[in-house]
């Protein structure tokens, strides 16, 4: 049961969004800045992402005629322009990804601004105009990041796991929309075997490392929620993996009552009918704790 369900346009019984955060060979150049140039096989499974997987799934997305919304580090933006002007020629949303994947927790202060405004330019001049949304990296976003975000005039970011729902954040008077991720619905734990940067998964066929996916989507759709997966182009972009995945976004198409959108489409959609009055997104106010909690702990 979801508490307090959006009501779907056009009777929809869930809105869905397979989003797909494309960090390339950034991971391995954050990772091992000292001779992350030297190291060609992580380098060659960063790019197999926007070099092969990208085409692949915005083929099927064209065929299946859905927008979806990517997240991508500034630095792979820059480095990957053409695949970036592909993914707008269909119609999809790029988010703000960090500049080159960096943790916000260890750029808390001058750094972060610096970062965060850079990518902003980047995003400007390759992409021709300022995203709508943020997904940090790692999902670890700071309250200096929502500051940021608000500061910015964006309209959403998808980071927390708060909710199953969108929701809104609340912060010094501002709002801004959440849409709320979770592990369960990621394809790092199943199919990230990647020890330069310290995950070592037993990566799992691609039949049963979605099967987890697919009930969540389950269990949403019968109670009328919203369901995403946060997926990345040099895992779920391999060819029998997106062979799973496409499979059953065409059966999903052809059997149930769903609303595949972009992201911003989405917060777009729940803000009308905040606006027209007829729905109240919860909100959580931020910061959930305006201070250390455990000040014992720290002083240690």
């Not at 608000?150 to 801004?176: C, Q, T, V």
């Amino acid at each position: 049961m979801i508490q307090n369900p959006i009501p779907w346009p056009n009777g929809a019984k869930c809105a869905c969004a397979i989003t797909f955060d494309i960090d390339a060979d950034s991971l391995i150049h954050v990772a091992r800045p000292g001779d992350s140039h030297n190291r060609l096989y992580p380098i060659s499974m960063g790019k197999y992402g926007p070099d092969v997987a990208i085409p692949r799934i915005l083929e099927t997305y064209k065929r299946l005629g859905i927008k979806q919304s990517f997240f991508v580090p500034a630095w792979c933006i820059d480095q990957y322009a053409p695949v970036m002007e592909k993914i707008l020629e269909g119609g999809h949303e790029i988010g703000h990804h960090g500049l080159i994947h960096e943790d916000p927790i260890e750029t808390m202060g001058p750094r972060q601004r610096e970062a965060f405004e850079k990518a902003l330019s980047i995003h400007r001049r390759v992409c021709g105009g300022k995203p709508k949304g943020y997904r940090a990296p790692v999902y670890n976003i700071t309250p200096q990041v929502v500051d940021l975000l608000i500061e910015h005039g964006f309209a959403y970011d998808s980071s927390l796991m708060g909710d199953d729902i969108p929701y809104l954040l609340e912060k010094d008077g501002n709002s801004i929309a959440e849409i709320p991720v979770h592990w369960g619905c990621d394809d790092w734990p199943p199919f990230a075997h990647y020890e330069e940067i310290g995950y070592m998964m037993h990566v799992q066929p691609p039949s049963l490392g979605y099967q987890g996916f697919w009930e969540e989507f389950e269990a949403q759709y019968e109670a009328g929620g919203f369901f995403m997966m946060i997926v990345h182009p040099f895992l779920t972009g391999r060819l029998a993996r997106w062979r799973v995945v496409e499979k059953w976004l065409e059966n999903t198409l052809e059997t149930k009552d769903v609303w595949f959108a972009r992201l911003d489409e989405i917060v777009d959609y729940v803000r009308s009918l905040e606006k027209a009055g007829t729905y109240t997104p919860r909100k959580d106010l931020l910061p959930y704790y305006p201070e250390q909690v455990n000040r014992a702990e720290a002083a240690e």
